[in-house]
């Protein structure tokens, strides 16, 4: 019997009675294996909206037929007028409304008795299957985002994606002030090759060109423009290109190349994060014997806020996953 099924069958079995055995129900009579299914689902759920996505926005006799399937799909009264983005969305709210089911029964139940000790423990056993759900969909989503960057961004190696340490936490928009930061951290013996300048074409109006591909100060006015900045549990990627996000869910394949990437900035070069002004953050690096210093200006202050944030959090990680492999090693 299918799980949907097997919930059904068992809540209806237990309305009228007491809601100690809804709770029971979820302690005993479905098992923790039963509700991996859940697991499946959300693994594949992004990669659904994706292949949805495309389908709406092709173009020709194929993408027309789709559309008109979907607009008649909501004219059917079986549906209810909802979307099959909303449908997919189901069986995840699902979890959330078992939960919200417990707390409710909990309410009409006497406290500190068998009866909403019961409840309480199974609003806790959901509530677990709510976070391992939520720490799979997190995950999955983060390796989707990876590997949509390396469709979308010129210069990114399969390498740097396939990493399994390695974390996505977020896109930004930015403006690099000074443009003093194109070609660092690109390091040709892990993949990375210095940046030709496709990605400046756009993003500076077409000034690019065989001067933006040099990491020299000559050519900073050049390199100044536009990036977005994709934050990572390791390092910021920096690329140029477009000032539209990369990563929006929409599906990205070998021919979907938007950005190139300008610059890499290591977590273990970064030694000082400093807000110039509202909007303004200055990342200090190490390059070789110097310092360098890399100016940002992002969209607003609560984004400038959350970037220096995130990049502190994932400074104060890495020192303490260091100082954790020293004393081990001691």
């Known amino acids: 019997m299918q799980l949907a099924e097997k919930m059904e069958a068992y809540l209806s079995e237990a309305r009228g009675k007491d809601p100690g055995v809804v709770a029971e129900l979820f302690l005993k009579k479905i098992n923790y294996n039963e509700w991996k299914v859940y697991h499946d689902y959300i693994r594949f759920y992004q990669a659904g909206r994706q292949v949805l996505a495309a389908m709406e926005a092709k173009s020709g006799p194929e993408g027309d037929r789709f559309r008109q399937f979907v607009k008649k799909l909501r004219k059917d009264e079986a549906t209810e007028g909802k979307t099959i983005q909303e449908f997919m969305m189901l069986p995840i709210q699902h979890i959330t409304r078992y939960g919200l089911?417990?707390?409710r029964l909990r309410s009409y139940s006497k406290e500190g008795s068998d009866q909403a000790e019961k409840i309480k423990?199974?609003?806790?056993?959901?509530r677990e299957v709510g976070n391992t759900l939520e720490r799979i969909q997190t995950?999955?989503?983060?390796?989707?985002?990876m590997f949509q960057l390396f469709y979308s961004v010129e210069n990114v190696p399969v390498s740097f994606v396939s990493y399994?340490?390695?974390r996505f936490q977020g896109e930004y928009a930015a403006v690099d002030i000074d443009g003093?930061?194109?070609?660092?951290?690109?390091?040709p013996a892990e993949g990375f090759k210095k940046p030709t300048g496709f990605g400046l074409d756009e993003a500076v109006g077409g000034r690019g060109g065989p001067a933006g591909t040099s990491a020299e100060p000559a050519a900073a006015t050049v390199a100044a423009g536009p990036r977005r900045l994709f934050l990572f549990s390791d390092c910021i990627l920096?690329?140029?290109?477009?000032?539209?996000?990369?990563?929006?869910g929409a599906a990205a394949?070998?021919?979907s190349k938007k950005l190139e990437l300008v610059a890499r900035l290591p977590f273990s070069v970064i030694t000082a994060i400093e807000e110039e002004d509202e909007n303004i953050l200055r990342l200090q690096c190490v390059n070789g014997s110097r310092l360098e210093t890399f100016r940002f200006r992002l969209e607003d202050a609560k984004k400038r806020q959350a970037l220096a944030l995130a990049i502190q959090l994932s400074l104060t990680q890495q020192s303490r996953q260091g100082m954790g492999r020293w004393w081990n090693s001691g």
């Open 101 to 103: 089911l417990l707390v």
């Open 121 to 126: 423990d199974a609003e806790n056993y959901m």
């Open 139 to 145: 995950r999955e989503e983060g390796i989707r985002a």
């Open 164 to 166: 399994s340490q390695r």
């Open 180 to 187: 003093h930061c194109l070609g660092f951290g690109l390091d």
């Open 238 to 248: 920096v690329a140029a290109g477009s000032s539209t996000a990369v990563l929006d």
């Open 253 to 255: 394949g070998p021919s």
